[in-house]
């Protein structure tokens, strides 16, 4: 008699992917090797400690691609209920966008111009300044690759990179052994600027304490200090809590570097003087190319919040906060910017893209979104998506599909998916309602 056959285990084939973008926070990694098992990244080799969560954590589930009022539903009348809601609106909003691909953005803004509808970014309520700063002053650039071979003086103003960017100093600021740096770490110095002492200020060479609410006199201060200017010592530690001794010393070594660099962050852009302040760093910069080279860039968060921008920009001329209402596109920041609209009670209808804004904006504005009819797409279970009237789930832009991002110095970079989803991406999702919305106003371009 024969023994019984042993059925074989069937072990789920590695797959590697190389070279894969992390798409979490604005550095934008492209050099993560993915290690792909069963539908599941069982590794993330040289990704940060954020970038492993977000390849590590990620799971397929098995929610509805759609739900309309809270009941599964296909996605074809998902599409649309969407497109009627849009199309029935007097002042459509669309907002959000910071964590979809280039190519869903650009059809996103196609959308709010056939509707006449505001089209907006999460940029609003975070660099929105800046974009306003960079309209009036300009801005002295350069990608992260040149930082890299060639900054030997970095400042970090109101920002907090070891945390919000685990990979920045390793990878493009501090560490990274360049052309014209080529020991690295050894031929760099390191500025921290803030109100208080965060992780980055350990790997400063010099952390200097501001008072809060004064990087405005800060940052006029160092442009006198340029000018050759005196200051009264007194006048300069009232206004900014730092003496001017500490000042000047900055401004020697600022004079001296080969190539300076200033990274800024929400700390700037987000406290009292707002866009006037990241006016004052960008003229700063302007004002020390007369000594040495000198250029500023901010540090973005979300991972594609700089191509939502750009897009945006190229497609309006504005990079957020767009109103089509009169067939043209106006920009205002205040009147046109999603979180003001929907304070005010003025939007009708809207739809959010890649954002939570029932978590995070003012009471007065959640109230109003959740009183009106609106579209959601997320890649997960979220406070707006509950409350919407339609509701996709769709992909993960980066894992589960591809596309285009930039990286907080507007450099591209393509996606390689690691592996499908059950789910639409945002491109098919937004491109399905355009084509609905364009059939029911009777366009036929």
């Known amino acids: 008699m024969s023994a019984p056959a042993v059925q074989s285990e069937v072990i ?76 029935n609106g007097k002042y459509p909003v669309i907002y959000g966008l910071s964590d979809s691909p280039c190519e869903a953005q650009r059809v996103a803004v196609s959308i ?47 920002s907090n990179p070891a945390e919000s960017h685990p990979r920045h100093f390793t990878r493009y600021s501090l560490m990274p052994k360049g052309m014209f740096v080529p020991n690295g770490r050894k031929d760099r110095t390191c500025v921290i600027i803030d109100v208080r ?49 500490v000042w000047q010393d900055l401004m020697a070594r600022m004079k001296a570097a080969k190539f300076g660099v200033f990274f800024f962050g929400m700390g700037l852009t987000m406290t009292r003087g707002k866009h006037a302040n990241t006016e004052a760093l960008l003229a700063l910069t302007r004002d020390m190319n007369a000594h040495t080279r000198f250029v500023s860039k901010p540090n973005r968060g979300h991972g594609n919040v700089t191509g939502a921008d750009n897009v945006v920009s190229w497609r309006t001329g504005y990079p957020f906060g767009v109103n089509h209402a009169r067939g043209y596109p106006r920009f205002n920041p205040g009147e046109y910017t999603t979180t003001d609209t929907l304070a005010r009670r ?35 279970d979220t406070p707006t998506t509950r409350a919407a009237a339609v509701a996709f789930n769709v992909a993960t832009y980066g894992i589960n599909t591809g596309g285009t991002v930039y990286r907080m110095d ?12 059950p789910h639409p991406g945002d491109f098919e999702v937004l491109t399905a309602i355009e084509d609905r919305v364009k059939k029911i106003l009777g366009i036929n371009a």
């Open 197 to 245: 002492k965060t992780k980055s200020a350990k790997a400063a060479d010099i952390f200097i304490p501001i008072k809060p609410r004064a990087d405005f006199e800060a940052l006029w201060t160092l442009r006198a200090l340029a000018r050759g200017i005196e200051l009264d010592a007194q006048q300069v530690l009232s206004d900014t809590g730092v003496e001017l001794s």
């Open 12 to 87: 789920p084939e590695l797959k590697i992917v190389q070279d894969a973008t992390c798409t979490f926070c604005g550095c934008v990694c492209d050099d993560i090797d993915l290690s792909v098992k069963d539908n599941h990244i069982v590794e993330a080799k040289r990704a940060c400690v954020l970038g492993k969560a977000w390849f590590l954590n990620h799971t397929l589930d098995d929610r509805p691609s759609c739900l309309i009022d809270g009941r599964p539903a296909s996605l074809e009348e998902g599409y649309d209920r969407a497109a009627r809601i849009l199309t």
């Open 346 to 380: 003025e939007a009708d209808c809207a739809m959010m893209i890649a954002c939570d804004p029932m978590a995070n904006f003012s009471q007065s504005a959640r109230e109003h979104l959740a009183s009106i009819p609106y579209i959601a797409l997320d890649t997960k």
């Open 410 to 421: 507007d450099v591209p970079i393509p996606l390689r998916p690691a592996f499908d989803s």
């Open 112 to 158: 709010a111009d056939w509707i006449g509808g505001i089209i907006d970014t999460t940029t609003s309520v975070c660099h929105g300044p800046s974009g306003m700063a960079f309209q009036g002053v300009g801005e002295v650039t350069c990608s992260l690759g040149e930082v890299a071979n060639r900054g030997d003086l970095i400042i970090f103003w109101g």
